[in-house]
């Protein structure tokens, strides 16, 4: 019987990689005018794109309940030696409390706090699903995620400070200001907490060549297997714009680029965009 990893849908991982690691996937709810919405299976970030761009409120998040991670162990813990859960940062969500309740009706199932979110929520996701398929023990698998979560690096430029306005999170006279000096802040995760750690101006795109040499030049601390190029709907070009700049600096086995959920979506908005890696120490 094989170890079996699922996670929030927060983790942001292509269908591709989910499919290759045979990962589920629990998804949050996105409340969009008042209704509940399954995130990544009845609502997508395109969805409340359009729905903001139209005049509608900002979408808001809630966490999956105690009752749906009960039903979800429930199903699987007999068909597995083990399952282990990978949620969301205890910080932004109280996923991994609910789930952590739901864990203590069963006596093989293990919670894990990715202390992130995103594709750096991912990154933990894909490194649990490796140690498995490699035959690691259980408990040394949930050892190797809590050493690991310090590690990964996630960060984003964000375009569009409007999401962040309607959502309570930035100030209008703030978001009037960077738009006049054509400020994009970066928005770094540390310690299972946001906050901005640097202000960039220009273009979007110029500003994203900055950040990227900003995260990568000179470094010696970073794992080369993988990284992430992760938004949920930035131009081609800007896209494009960081996988040409990205080799320039450090070279990675795959540079993999993801579509950010609903859960980023909904706080940040369109043009947002992250490179997001491992440290090695």
Known sequence: MAVKITSDSTCDLTADLVAAHDIEIVP??????????RDGVEITPADIFRHVDAGGDITTTAAVSVGEYHDVFERLSPRYEAVIHITISADFSSCFQNACIAA???DNVYVVDSRNLSSGHG????EAALAA????????????????????????IIDRLDYMVKG?????????????LRLK??????????GVVKKYRGSFQKCLTDYVRD???????????????????????????????????RSFRR????????????HCGPNTLGILFIRSK
């Open 28 to 37: 949050l709810s996105i409340v969009k005018d008042g209704r509940p919405y």
């Open 104 to 106: 203590g009706d069963f």
């Open 123 to 126: 990154h933990v996701v894909v």
């Open 133 to 156: 398929e490699a035959g690691m023990e259980v408990r040394d698998i949930v050892t190797f995620l809590n050493g690991l979560t310090p590690r990964v690096e996630a960060s984003f």
């Open 168 to 180: 309570g999170r930035c100030s209008a006279v703030t978001m009037l200001g960077a738009n006049l």
């Open 185 to 194: 802040p970066c928005i770094e995760v540390r310690d299972g907490k946001m």
């Open 215 to 249: 995260r990568l030049q000179g470094r010696d601390d970073i794992e080369s297997e993988r990284i992430f190029i992760t938004h949920p709907d930035a131009p081609a070009e800007a896209v494009e714009a960081v996988r040409a700049e990205i080799p320039k600096y």
């Open 255 to 266: 540079v993999i680029e993801t579509r950010a959920g609903c859960t980023v979506s909904s």
